[in-house]
């Protein structure tokens, strides 16, 4: 059983991070509790007076010597298997290291991602799949300003368990991007488009991991299908105005109300090449850590924002966004009626969807778990190994 430890942790320790979930997991308070339980062990054998070279004289002498290992490798075996168990992170403990919690299951190899298109209400929509087919679904929401490009660290780490899927939504990534003089672009829009993405694949049911406009959209295609949620995964996604710092909110007003081009160019700004980079993705991150934060993730993301027309599409959408603040009472409703599975991991450094925000998830979603990691806003950047482990434990824990 120690070498299949072993095994596990050279996999994670590699130089793929892909395969950092599990192993590693045992150690901190599980080897002081595999210390104890050998100890407990020792402190039988010494009861009945049978320690070290006397023992095994004694017990050759009695032909008990086999009996005697067998009863010590049992004891040495549940002491370890002690370690893969114990309870959950409590509801809303920081992120800190493993010990003393659940393990993840141990490390498996990940599927290869496939890149494909599906034709959605006439329209091409794109996504990154990865994982058999018949297996548990975790269907992945993107936020701003990027796309399923966001999860290319994570779906690896998933892959090996779980269909995972991840759609760009309609006008983003590499989907069709019809220009905004030609379509109105809304949650709604977007996430009528989900909804049928999943009804082209055939998807029944699955977990969805929301993170920022990945919220709105996610609570949409949960309400307009209860009947196909098995879970919920949050991941800096407001559903509370807890969430949203009072500036935040003023600027999301002023977006909705002043549709004027004035009003327009104004929200443009947020769009622009240093904004995206220094406001969206390093903001959120000391400087100190800031080798976490690949340079792909903006530069894939504004090369699919360089024409005017898409520029537009992600005005509309911030225009639109007050329509999701007026329906956070709605949510909120829903959560506390249907009382779905919920995992909340949350970038605690976030400076623009607040922490309050997902400790506010606990006040309808009491058995909800809550795990505030060491990351900002794109927390998946900065801490995937972490966010797939706790993903991980989450869904074997999952009803069928």
């Not at 599990?22 to 080897?31: I, K, L, S, W």
């Not at 496939?114 to 929509?125: K, P, Q």
């Not at 780490?157 to 760009?168: F, I």
Request: proline share 6%.
């Amino acid at each position: 059983m120690e070498r299949g430890m072993e095994r596990g942790t050279r996999r994670g320790e590699g130089k793929g991070t892909m395969l950092a979930i599990g192993a590693r997991t045992t150690g901190g308070a599980c080897a002081r509790g595999r210390s104890r339980k050998e100890g407990d062990a020792r402190s039988a054998l010494e009861s009945a007076g049978l320690t070290g070279a006397a023992a095994g004289r004694r017990a050759r002498r009695a032909g008990l010597g086999r009996a005697l290992g067998r009863f010590a490798l049992v004891t040495l075996v549940a002491a370890l298997a002690g370690c893969a168990g114990g309870p959950p992170a409590r509801r809303g403990d920081p992120d800190a290291p493993a010990g003393g919690r659940a393990a993840a299951p141990d490390a498996v190899w990940p599927e290869k991602t496939y890149y494909r298109t599906v034709e959605v209400r006439g329209r091409r929509i794109f996504y990154r799949e990865a994982g058999r087919r018949d297996r548990p679904v975790l269907l992945l929401l993107h936020g701003f300003p990027s796309s399923s490009h966001s999860y290319r660290e994570l779906i690896p780490l998933l892959s090996g368990r779980y269909r995972v899927v991840a759609p760009d939504y309609l006008g983003s990534g590499f989907s069709e991007h019809p220009g905004p003089d030609e379509v109105t672009y809304t949650f709604d829009l977007l996430a009528d488009h989900v909804t049928g993405f999943t009804e082209a694949l055939g998807l029944a049911r699955y977990v969805l991991y929301m993170q920022d406009f990945g919220a709105p959209v996610g609570f949409r295609v949960a309400m307009a299908h209860p009947e196909r949620l098995r879970g919920l995964v949050v991941q800096n996604g407001n559903a509370y105005l807890d969430g949203l710092p009072e500036e935040l909110r003023a600027f999301i007003r002023r977006a909705h109300e002043d549709r004027s081009q004035a009003g327009a160019a104004a929200v443009a700004q947020i769009i622009s090449g240093a904004a995206i980079r220094d406001q969206q993705y390093l903001r959120h991150v000391p400087r100190e850590r800031r080798e976490r934060m690949s340079p792909d993730s903006w530069t894939h993301d504004l090369a699919l924002l360089a024409t005017p027309e898409d520029r537009a599409i992600q005005v509309q959408l911030l225009q639109d966004y007050q329509t999701n603040i007026d329906a956070y009472p709605a949510w909120q409703a829903f959560l506390r009626a249907r009382q779905p599975p919920t995992l909340v991991v949350w970038g605690r450094s976030d400076a623009d969807f607040l922490s309050a925000g997902a400790s506010a998830y606990l006040r309808d979603l009491p058995r909800a778990e809550l795990h505030l990691l060491d990351a900002g806003h794109f927390a998946v950047e900065e801490q995937a190994v972490a966010i797939a482990q706790h993903v991980t434990r989450f869904l074997e824990r999952l009803p069928p």
